[in-house]
């Protein structure tokens, strides 16, 4: 697991600055503290560069990237792991191909000259993100894994592009500009973004499941993007009825399932694993401790709130496998001390500090002398395990049900997670006209954040709000969905694509996955997410993905044999960190992160928000009157705002290419 970047200009007579390439590595030296690689190819007009965590293949000169292929044509920079590669390399091996490395990456430039890129990618299993050029036809082409597990962000300057791992790696070069789009404002005050685009002018994502292809063609680099995979739920017709053999959908997801877990597991250093109260967190450990000779380093996050502590649980799922267990308790003052430095690495806002609590975890898992742990993350997505897909399948899902019967589960669901009403459940319905026209209702996972337009709208800047005056977050949102993964779909396979498509991508494997993880030079691997696992779970049918009022029925009948008892029969819980109103001490960090980013004149001098409506939204959210799930929402808000404040600082405030530059110095990596 590592960190990525790469130049492409227009013009092959414009020459590439070696310094610059392994500055950009140097700012991400999180991602790959274990050393650093550029190569050039001047007559082409392109360079890539590489920091590196050496996790397959520990040799360090060996494994150094970029890759070049033996007659120079193909250049690689690759970020992320490949299962199954020494199978593949095997095959090719015994087809007359001759490997330098014993890297999972190398086995790209091999399938890449025998069978094209589409072929390639069909052979590719994992997460991962990396850069091709192709000399043949001067092409370069930016790829990201099927779920979006690695970042891969790109830009056009005056020059050409510039692509890198992190938005940090892009800004550190020089003919980048760094400053928030209007667009990107809103939909960081109101969490949810719009698929491939960021909160920054001109710079773009690398959707999941996509190539981009960046070819020069008459001195000027042409950009083209198309998509490899999809989540490709069955028509609802085809899914089978009530008499359909459970017991086959429960053997199929427990055999996926281990087999993702023992993939894994490969690595030239030892693998542990996160451990939260959950389904989906317990059942790997059980199946890793379940395949491994040895105890398994078990890492789990404790609050100093009875009401979103999970550690009991894991504690005894720990004792169930024999683990050896770590676990981290937090206190309230914890998270916000640890705010502005966690923001520098997901570069973008955060609702909840369960971002900060899982950068203070890698944090020790790196210190305990970890590079990788095996994660939960996918299991809700794919078996449909958060109350907004319950609560899509109760109104939309469940015709056959008596209306009295399905107001009853639904009220049920809303008393359970009152909790997590205001952020993981909307306050009051909100009606979307485009996603009613796209998919026919409004998922009840968006609405929580789409219902905070009427409060971020007023918090922007008179300039930057003009600019959106006549702008349709959720309109924006839908129009990236594709029709025809939609259309025919069961109503729970169309709330569960969406969620994938926004939140999975944007929150989960972002603040609360890779950007956090990598901070202190972590891998995590989400077994779930396995395309094979995934595939297979699309055709579960949805009455046993949610069988009554239960969620994830058939993963939580595949697991039965190895989860405790309780945690069996336990209803699925959010796993967020407790908010700032529930903890004075906790608001008092709020409120001196507040004075120092969101004083007058740091707002005018940022120009984003308008200070008089940060001053109303904070009395707000300290009127005893306002609800509980108000309070909620607007805790978010309040992290959103201090969030885009501290981000201005960051990036746009800062000079980014000088601090990159004075990190390569510290680091010593120097052409």
């Known amino acids: 697991m590592c960190g990525i970047a790469g130049v492409f200009h227009h013009q092959t007579e414009r020459a590439i600055d070696p310094q610059t390439l392994v500055n950009m590595a140097a700012i991400m030296h999180h991602r790959g503290p274990d050393g650093f690689g550029y190569e050039v190819q001047q007559d082409y007009g392109v360079g890539f560069s590489h920091a590196r965590l050496s996790i397959i293949d520990l040799d360090e000169k060996r494994g150094r990237q970029p890759f070049l292929s033996a007659d120079k044509r193909l250049m690689l920079t690759h970020n992320g792991e490949f299962y199954d590669f020494k199978r593949i390399r095997a095959d090719l091996t015994a087809r007359g191909a001759r490997f330098n490395s014993k890297s999972d990456s190398e086995i790209v430039l091999h399938l890449f000259e025998r069978y094209g890129l589409e072929d390639t990618l069909k052979e590719l299993r994992g997460e991962f993100a990396f850069g091709l ?113 459970e017991e086959s959908y429960i053997e199929g997801v427990r055999a996926k ?62 004792e169930a496998t024999q683990a050896d267990h770590h676990i981290m308790r937090l206190k309230a003052d914890d998270l916000y001390d640890h705010f502005v430095k966690t923001l520098w690495h997901t570069e973008r806002t955060i609702y909840n500090t369960l971002g900060v609590a899982k950068y203070l975890m890698s944090k020790e898992v790196h210190e305990a002398g970890y590079k990788v742990v095996m994660t939960g993350e996918g299991s809700d997505e794919l078996f449909a395990g958060y109350p907004a897909f319950r609560k899509d399948m109760f109104l939309h899902g469940l015709d056959h049900l008596p209306e009295v019967e399905r107001v009853e589960w639904q009220e049920l669901l809303e008393k359970n997670n009152k909790l997590f009403k205001g952020a993981m459940l909307a306050r009051e319905e909100f009606v979307s006209d485009a996603f009613n026209q796209k998919m026919g209702f409004t998922p009840s996972c968006v609405q929580p954040w789409l219902s905070c337009s009427s409060v971020a709208l007023p918090l922007m800047s008179e300039k930057k709000r003009e600019q959106v005056e006549s702008y349709d977050p959720s309109k924006a949102i839908a129009d990236t969905l594709d029709k025809k993964m939609l259309d025919g779909r069961h109503p729970l396979d169309r709330a569960q694509y969406v969620w994938i498509k926004t939140m999975l991508e944007g929150q989960i494997l972002t603040w609360g996955g890779d950007r956090v993880d990598m901070a202190n030079s972590m891998e995590a691997r989400p077994a779930f997410l396995d395309h094979h696992l995934a595939e297979y779970a699309f055709t579960v049918p949805p009455h046993l993905r949610i069988k009554g009022n239960k969620e994830k029925y058939v993963l939580r009948e595949a697991m039965k044999g190895l989860l405790p008892e309780t945690l069996y029969k336990r209803e699925k819980f ?98």
Not at 642 to 663: C, E, I, M, S, W
Request: some cysteine; overall charge negative.
């Open 574 to 671: 959010a796993f967020m960190a407790p908010p700032a109103h529930t903890d004075p001490e906790k608001w008092k960090a709020v409120e001196k992160l507040a004075e120092q980013f969101l004083n007058e004149d740091a707002v005018k001098s940022a120009g984003l928000l308008d200070y008089k409506e940060v001053v109303r939204t904070f009395e707000r959210h300290q009127d005893d009157n306002v609800p509980n799930e108000e309070r909620v929402q607007l805790d978010a808000v309040i992290n959103h705002m201090l969030g885009v404040q501290v981000l201005h600082h960051h990036f746009v405030a800062t000079d980014v290419p000088k601090q990159a530059q004075q990190r390569a110095s510290e680091l010593g990596w120097t052409v």
């Open 133 to 245: 050029f192709d000399a043949k036809d001067e092409s370069l082409y930016l790829v990201r894994d099927r779920f979006g597990i690695k970042p891969l962000y790109w830009t056009e300057t005056e020059q050409g592009v510039v692509f890198g791992s992190e938005l940090k790696v892009l800004f550190a070069h020089p003919d980048v500009k760094r400053e928030f789009s209007a667009e990107g404002l809103y939909h960081q005050l109101i969490q949810v973004m719009v698929p491939g685009s960021t909160a920054f002018e001109g710079i773009n994502q690398v959707q999941p499941g996509y190539v981009v292809k960046l070819q020069r063609k008459n001195g000027k680099v042409v950009a083209t993007e198309h998509k490899y995979w999809d989540v490709d739920f069955p028509p609802e017709e085809s899914y089978p009825g009530a008499d359909v053999d």
């Open 257 to 318: 399932l281990l087999e993702a877990v023992q993939h894994r597991m490969t690595a030239d250093v030892p693998v542990g694993c996160y451990l939260s109260g959950g389904i989906d967190s317990c059942a790997i450990l059980g199946l890793a401790s379940a395949s491994t000779q040895t105890s398994v380093k078990a890492f789990t996050i404790g609050f100093d709130s009875a009401d979103y502590d999970e550690t009991p649980i894991a504690e005894e799922m720990a």
